[in-house]
């Protein structure tokens, strides 16, 4: 069967199938496999409780139950909702929006495969600051579509660095369309600092361009940034919320905060696309609003079990790793370490590969440098661990990953 070259792109290898194909495997088919790769949360019974309360709650009213399950949301999504996370967003952050400005999607996956190729095809994708997340990479329609920069690279101490955004080599042209990060980043757990973002957003001010901002793992929810910082909205910014780090992955509910220009095109490719979003997660998250227990979940029982696990795998790093010469990026938010070996005497997908073989996942670095243009050694040289996974199996994990890049 001869596909069409769109069918080629979305039917080829891709570094996000087989991200979702281990994770798959891991948490569904081989649950003895020792899983540091992925992006799924962890699992918090107390939060799964809190929802289990709300959804006993909607199923026992016959009125809410035929809404969940027997009828279509409005094309920007569950109007409930959407007009309860306004007011949440106007009274948390003062930012002039209305409900105009909110669109629901399935997923913010699926959100940006829409926002990037509504913006972009012709002109580019501009990613400032290389590694970013892979779930991007395939999304583009039309060829060339994206553009990516490398950071600087600070060095801290014996064992840890930060990246910054390289202002100096940004070229913001005619040719770019859109500015794109995520906050904190994916796969470094590196929070873009007030000061670069204000530089961004000055950026695509002056050129007329939205700044995008992945928000799956930051602020409002769950908020998984350990240092305080500002969170801004205008009206060339693009903000794109989600669920799934909150715990409920499953429910697949994203959402846009934008100018209503995007918003009414946003709306109108979605139901082209999709018809109607899927019912289950915003009724979940309404509750959590509607009963003012949000920002409780996140402060009270995400963001200090993160904390913890994020300490326990930083300490466990730098134990089964002492000797080595390695680096961590500076830890601040998401539930990633990124860990970069600069003597590497492998790739980062052999070293994927060995791993597997051994019963060990974790996350290839080189896929997340994507539209740089020129190879760049570092891309090689850096793995993403996930740190939801119990203390056993993690220190189980990294014992086998110490060993072996001693025995390489």
Not at 271 to 287: D, E, F, K, R, Y
Request: net charge negative.
């Amino acid at each position: 069967m001869k596909l069409s070259p769109f069918g080629e792109q979305l039917t080829g290898d891709s570094g996000i199938v087989s991200l979702m194909e281990d994770l798959g495997d891991a948490l569904n088919v081989n649950p003895n496999i020792l899983f540091l790769g992925g992006g799924n949360p962890a699992w918090i019974p107390a939060f799964e409780q809190r929802i289990a309360k709300h959804l006993k709650s909607i199923c026992d009213d016959p009125d809410q139950l035929h809404k969940l399950l027997g009828v279509y949301q409005s094309p920007r999504g569950n109007e409930d909702f959407i007009q309860a996370l306004t007011a949440y967003l106007r009274k948390r952050y003062d930012w002039p929006i209305t409900e105009r400005n909110l669109a629901v999607a399935s997923g913010s996956q699926s959100a940006f495969f829409l926002l990037l190729n509504m913006l972009a095809g012709e002109r580019k994708v501009c990613f400032p600051m290389m590694p970013e997340y892979l779930g991007y990479r395939d999304q583009g329609i039309a060829p060339g579509m994206y553009c990516g920069f490398r950071p600087q690279i600070e060095e801290i101490g014996e064992h840890r660095f930060k990246y910054h955004i390289d202002f100096d080599a940004l070229e913001i042209d005619e040719s770019i369309a859109a500015l794109c990060v995520s906050r904190p980043t994916n796969p470094t757990g590196n929070v873009i600092t007030d000061s670069e973002m204000q530089r961004l957003s000055d950026l695509a001010h002056e050129r007329q361009i939205p700044l995008i901002v992945d928000c799956a793992y930051g602020l409002p929810f769950p908020g998984l940034i350990y240092q305080p910082v500002s969170h801004q909205w205008n009206d060339n910014t693009i903000l794109a919320l989600s669920l799934s780090k909150l715990g409920l992955p499953g429910v697949r509910t994203g959402i846009i905060v934008a100018p209503e220009s995007i918003t009414e095109k946003f709306v109108r490719a979605n139901t082209i696309v999709s018809l109607a979003n899927g019912n289950l997660g915003p009724a979940l998250a309404n509750a959590l609003l509607r009963a003012n227990e949000l920002d409780a979940v996140c402060e009270q029982e995400l963001q200090p079990f993160y904390r913890q696990k994020r300490e326990f795998m930083l300490t466990e790093l730098d134990r089964v790793l002492a000797g080595l010469n390695y680096r961590v990026h500076q830890s601040e938010g998401a539930f990633f370490v990124w860990l970069w070996f600069p003597e590497l005497a492998m790739s980062s997908e052999t070293l994927y590969q060995r791993l597997k073989a051994k019963n060990v996942l974790i996350m290839a670095g080189e896929h997340f440098f994507f539209g740089l243009g020129e190879p760049w050694p570092h891309s090689q040289q850096c793995i993403r661990l996930n740190f939801c996974q119990p203390g056993p199996a993690i220190t189980q994990a990294l014992e086998i990953l110490a060993a072996e890049i001693r025995a390489s």
